[in-house]
Every structure is written in structure tokens, then in C-alpha cells.
């Protein structure tokens, strides 16, 4: 069938090919675009518009970009006419998974030997919000991730981030050293004179207890800064 003429037919009356299903069992889930593998979870689209174009109009919508989507609430996913709640939960779970897979593949990651790794992991943790939220990422003494825990979300990044959490969380867990992370979502990466004043008053405590912090990063959708690739750590 012709490209032009798919919109006129559902998914099940196109060449067996065009099918996003059989698609998948016949050339792999590479051949997929994004709109097929979301037209996959949402299964059916409405009586005027197939699941691929459903899928194609929410990507459009979003920019193209996953990441928007990610961002999406069940409340705006059912404003589209052809997606109910459970569709709308599939394709959150769906990138969810996505999400926390990333954050596994670093976690294998014998060793953090650079700010570019940092990025990567905290990338994962932070790029669904719209809003401000802090991290620290525990390390044991290998440099391994231990795990990463919120801190505070909402707010400037001294109003809202208690060292006491920091610090106590490190603790309990063992940890050797630590790693800051927060977002921008404004996408402006420069750290503000509230983001140096906290980092410095936190590494201050950490050396008092002899728990090294080793970077802060701030996160934005496609950059991050490291304080301690422009060394403010050594200030």
C-alpha cells in the first residue's frame, strides 16, 4: 500500500509490512520509528485515526522529542480522542522503563571516572521534571554508585536542601563520598550564586566528617555543568 493512502485504512487492512507488530517480528524492533513503538502500546487508535497517526500527532505535539513525552501526566495523554486511562498508563510505564533502564546500564559501570558519567546517570533521574529537584548520589570507596536519593524538590536550591539529609542519608549508607546533582529546568546550565553558596557550605560540612564531595552537577535537557571541572570545589 501506498504512503499516501494509509491514513484511509486501519493498521489491520495495511501491507503486512507496514504493520508495526508485524513489523517488529520481521525486520527487528530497530526498524520501528518512535510513533510505531508508541502505536504498538497504545494498540488502537480512534474510529477517524490510526494508532500510528495518534502517535505521530502526540510526538509532533511534544517537538518530537521523548523526553517531553516522558513529562506527560495521565490527564494530558487522555485529552487526545483515542486514549482512555490504560493506554495513557502503558505509554508511562513504557518510558518509565526506559528511564530505569538507563539508570541500570550505568549502574553496571564498575567506576565514575568523569563528570560526562555523572551526567549520564543523573540525566536519567532528572530530566522528567519540570520543576527543581536535588539529588546526591552515594559512592562507595571504588567510586561505584551505591544509589541515588532526593534530597528536596521545589524552591531554591538553599531553601529547600537540608544538609542534615544529605549527610545522614551518606551515612547510613555507608557511603565513602558523595556527588550533588540538581536540574535547571529553565535550560540555563550556569550555577547560580544559591547553587555555589550550598555547594560550598555542604563541602565545608563533608570535610568536617571526612566525607568528600566530589562534584556538583546541574542537569539540563541536552548539557550539564561540573563544579569540579571549573574547580569552584578548590575555591
Known amino acids: 500500500m501506498s504512503e499516501p493512502y494509509k491514513e484511509f485504512f486501519p493498521i489491520n487492512q495495511w501491507a503486512e509490512d507496514d504493520r508495526p507488530r508485524e513489523k517488529l517480528l520481521l525486520k527487528g524492533k530497530a526498524s520501528l520509528s518512535d510513533a510505531e513503538l508508541i502505536a504498538i502500546l497504545m494498540g488502537s487508535g480512534s474510529r477517524n485515526e490510526s494508532a500510528v497517526d495518534l502517535a505521530k500527532r502526540i510526538l509532533r505535539d511534544a517537538g518530537d522529542n521523548l523526553i517531553e513525552i516522558s513529562r506527560l501526566g495521565v490527564s494530558d495523554l487522555i485529552k487526545y480522542k483515542g486514549i482512555g486511562e490504560a493506554k495513557a498508563i502503558s505509554i508511562i510505564a513504557a518510558l518509565e522503563l526506559g528511564k ?14 568523569s563528570s560526562q558519567e555523572v551526567y549520564e546517570y543523573a540525566q536519567s533521574l532528572l530530566t522528567d521534571y519540570i520543576y527543581e529537584v536535588f539529588y546526591v548520589i552515594l559512592l562507595n570507596r571504588n567510586n561505584r554508585i551505591i544509589k541515588p536519593v532526593l534530597i528536596g524538590e521545589g524552591g531554591f536550591a538553599d531553601t529547600f536542601v537540608d544538609p542534615k539529609r544529605v549527610f545522614k542519608s551518606a551515612m547510613e549508607h555507608n557511603a565513602s563520598s558523595i556527588i550533588l546533582c540538581h536540574n535547571h529546568p529553565s535550560g540555563n546550565v550556569n550555577p547560580s550564586e544559591q547553587d555555589i553558596r550550598l555547594t560550598r557550605r555542604l563541602k565545608h560540612i563533608g570535610d568536617l566528617l571526612d566525607l568528600k564531595i566530589i562534584d556538583h552537577i546541574i542537569v539540563c535537557d541536552d548539557n550539564y555543568y561540573s563544579f569540579a571541572d571549573e574547580n569552584i570545589l578548590t575555591l
Do not use: G
Open 100 to 113: 530505569r533502564r538507563r539508570s541500570s546500564e550505568i549502574l553496571d559501570r564498575k567506576k565514575i571516572t
